[in-house]
T-cell receptor, first 112, second 116 residues
Framework: DADVTQTPRNRITKTGKRIMLECSQT?????MYWYRQDPGLGLRLIYY???????NKGEISDGYSVSRQAQAKFSLSLESAIPNQTALYFC???????????FGPGTRLTVL | AQTVTQSQPEMSVQEAETVTLSCTYD???????LFWYKQPPSRQMILVIR??????QNATENRFSVNFQKAAKSFSLKISDSQLGDAAMYFC?????????????FGKGTHLIIQP
């Protein structure tokens, strides 16, 4: 069984639609992260959460919001999707004393 | 803010040969972690190797080793006895060890091609 799961794995949506990407983990980690990957740009941090009550913006948070519903769940929302949000989105988790992040399988999002 | 630079967009190596991928970073911090992640076509991010900045000894994991030069802010990855399964994108990443902001800062990646 996967330790970090993301749903959906692939999604096509239209400009202006609201969309939510979900992440769940069974690793018992406190920290969770959302990254975006664009071709030729590597991964960039969107939001991160130290625990349920502590959520922080990353490098590219504009146009996104998040919700930490429980220690194991961290959702990313696009309130009004636009085409330049087409990308591969990764969720990751880590312990508080970590020196490694564990990544989910990614969600490929296409905004038409 | 920290930056990570991978100056080789693509590298090619013959199977069984050795290849070195370059990474440089810019930081004013003295305590941090450095990582190499592999992303095969399946797009899964897989940790290859990590290095703590306070350790002078270079990390090694089987066929993978790093050359960590703290003063030069350089962190290269050497893959020995290259195998077809090593073909992937490789990302160098930085993480601060101090309190405050969290998350990894990634380079843009190097696409490694293994020639049979």
């Amino acid at each position: 069984d996967a330790d970090v799961t993301q749903t959906p794995r692939n999604r096509i949506t239209k400009t202006g639609k609201r969309i939510m990407l979900e992440c769940s983990q069974t690793k018992g980690h406190d920290r969770m992260y959302w990254y975006r990957q664009d071709p030729g740009l590597g991964l960039r941090l969107i939001y991160y959460s130290f625990d349920v009550k502590d959520i922080n913006k990353g490098e590219i948070s504009d146009g996104y919001s998040v919700s930490r519903q429980a220690q194991a769940k961290f959702s990313l929302s696009l309130e009004s999707a636009i085409p330049n949000q087409t990308a591969l989105y990764f969720c990751a988790t880590a312990r508080s004393d970590y020196n490694e992040q564990f990544f989910g399988p990614g969600t490929r999002l296409t905004v038409l | 803010a920290q930056t990570v630079t991978q100056s080789q967009p693509e590298m090619s190596v013959q199977e069984a040969e050795t290849v070195t991928l370059s990474c440089t970073y810019d930081t004013s911090e003295s305590d941090y972690y450095l990582f190499w992640y592999k992303q095969p076509p399946s797009r899964q991010m897989i940790l290859v190797i990590r290095q703590e900045a306070y350790k002078q000894q270079n990390a090694t994991e089987n066929r993978f080793s790093v050359n960590f030069q703290k003063a030069a802010k350089s962190f290269s990855l050497k893959i020995s006895d290259s195998q077809l399964g090593d073909a992937a994108m490789y990302f160098c990443a930085y993480r601060s060890a101090g309190g405050g902001a969290d998350g990894l800062t990634f380079g843009k990646g190097t696409h490694l091609i293994i020639q049979p």
